[in-house]
């Protein structure tokens, strides 16, 4: 990975997370920093690192990814607490004329290395950049895994989608004297206890558009959608909780971190990032009340419903 002219401080002996939790998103080398941060009080690691030769920041190649990636993550996984959560967003590139097999190798790396891969979401890009891409449509969609230390917390409540019945149909279901409809296949489901969550459970497919470098005035070429930083901080933390993204970038998960009541900061090695992602903080935060939705509210995802 390619390394800017003027190198980032060192971390302080003590006080490391608190400083961090306070800055939001700090110039701070990932590779010195997390070592230094303290054992098993992070909730949450969500982030989306450099891709393999993917950026003019990050020219790591495919075949060397893995062995770049996993001192990083093996410094999360001392950091993460007990029922926490590391959260990976990826995507692979074609090398050659086929797909570089450098995820999966990363996937099953993380596997022995003690990282229990809990789920696969697909991040679905409706906008997603046209262009060349040979005898292939165009991609649009990328990986987000969820790993573990352990059995995660996750809240399912907390990222449930509007049912697509009408009041009326539920009103009707519910007079369904059947506890059960079962289908040719075997398959059913208690329709009187369908619509008593408040919301559908959401399938693993996460709709969320490109920025294009447009929200807020992001000028980072890879900027991250506000809605999927949403998806994954509502379910893997409580409010309250410690988040914390190694390549923060133009800070998005600080940012909704933030919003949604948890304390969250961030590194970030490029410091012109750091710059913009604290005046985005600043900017998020003096918005006031109005911007700040409850940690408790209904996410304003769209979701493929399973």
Partial sequence: MDRPSVRPPAPPREGILEQVLEEGVTW????????????????????????????????????????????????????????????????????????????????????RMGWKWIETYVWVKPNAIPGRFGPRTKDAWEYVYWFSKGRPYFDLDAIRVPYRTSPEERARRALDPSPRRNTAAGHGRRRAQTFDHGGADPGNVIVAPLTYNQHYGVAHTAAMPEALAEFVIRAGTRPGGVVIDPFAGSGTTSVVARRLARRAGGFELHQEHVFEAVERLGRDAGEGASNVRSASSAPQLRLEVA
């Avoid at 054992?39 to 790591?60: K, W």
């Avoid at 075949?63 to 996993?70: G, I, N, P, R």
């Fill in 28 to 111: 701070a080398d990932a590779a010195e920093w997390l070592p230094a941060l303290p054992q098993g009080r992070v909730d949450l690691f969500f982030t989306s690192p450099p891709y393999a030769n993917m950026r003019a920041y990050a020219r790591i190649h495919p075949d060397e990814y893995v062995d770049w990636f996993l001192p990083f993550a093996r410094d999360m996984l001392a950091a993460v607490a007990p029922g926490g959560s590391f959260v990976l967003n990826i995507k692979d590139r074609v090398v050659n004329g086929e797909r570089h097999p450098y995820v999966l190798e990363l996937v099953l790396a993380l596997r």
